[in-house]
């Protein structure tokens, strides 16, 4: 999929990773529609880059549908906005967790499906679904959010196999623990010694990539969390106890606390 010129949708571009993304399109030479809650932070990123903003939250069932008639054509949909989801599934409240399966599950599904038709009759496009290593293995206190993020990686790849001969591509990039910006950087947790980072800009790049070359899957992570997540998929139960004996209890307690203000 060439970026320049091609018309971009990207939700969830107000925060720190979605500004690095909007970047990184903007620089590729794609025309942006962003989208986001604080339309404070949207409005000046767009101005900056060229772009339109349109403040929308996709909890809002309504809002989310008329968010691509808003959008006009899009060549390339980026669905990148997420809540944490983290802690306890006894800690939420039935309408935290719809919330939850809104933002995180239902409104890329409807969105992908929207555009994908659209995109269809032009014979070309290309979905991004900005997803997490937690989409690949399971661990503690996060049982809501593994939900949303293992749910997105099959919806992924079975929609790319159906959309691939209409000219769609799709692509799913897993970032692990980002720096400097995003769920995990908010929440302030300190990782072990040896456990790894990487930064915004790294998730944009992977993105492009994932665009431009039409790749399925692209983890954002140093070797060893991708190893992790690949044991994850393999061996759940040893990948539960490696996990435990690494502290990840203790990170997953800190990521929930951290994150408790923005489910």
């Known amino acids: 999929m060439e970026l320049r010129g091609a018309n971009i949708l990207l939700t969830g571009a107000t ?3 979605g500004r690095a993304l909007a970047e990184a399109l903007a620089a590729r030479g794609g025309h942006l529609v962003l989208t986001g809650r604080r339309a404070d932070v ?29 959008a006009g054509d899009i060549d390339v949909l980026v669905a990148n906005a997420a809540l944490p989801a983290s802690g306890l599934l006894s800690d939420y409240s039935v309408e935290d967790i719809d919330r939850a399966l809104d ?8 969105m992908a499906k929207i ?12 979905l991004v679904f900005i997803s997490s290593l937690a989409g690949k ?19 992924a790849l079975a929609l ?10 799709v692509s799913t990039v897993f970032p692990g623990f980002i720096r400097d910006a995003g769920m995990f950087a908010d929440a302030g947790v300190i990782l072990p010694r040896g456990v790894g980072t990487r930064s915004p800009a790294d998730v944009a790049r992977a993105t492009v990539r994932a665009i ?10 140093p070797l060893g969390l991708r190893l992790g997540a690949r044991l994850g998929g393999v061996a759940p139960a040893l990948s539960a106890a490696v996990q435990r004996r690494a502290g990840g209890a203790e990170i997953s307690a800190g990521l929930a606390e951290g994150q408790r203000e923005k489910r």
């Open 212 to 221: 431009e070359r039409n790749i399925a899957e692209i983890d954002v992570a």
């Open 160 to 169: 790319r196999e159906d959309l691939g001969p209409h000219g769609i591509g």
């Open 42 to 70: 949207l409005r000046p990123l767009a101005e900056r880059l060229g772009g339109r903003a349109i403040a929308a939250d996709l909890a809002d069932r309504d809002r989310t549908e008329a968010l691509l008639d808003e």
């Open 15 to 17: 925060g720190g990773i």
């Open 115 to 126: 555009a994908a038709e659209r995109m269809a009759e032009r014979g070309r496009g290309h």
């Open 137 to 155: 293995t399971a661990s503690g206190q996060a049982s809501l959010y593994n939900a949303t993020k293992f749910g997105m990686r099959g919806f």
């Open 103 to 110: 933002v995180n599950l239902r409104a890329p599904i409807v």
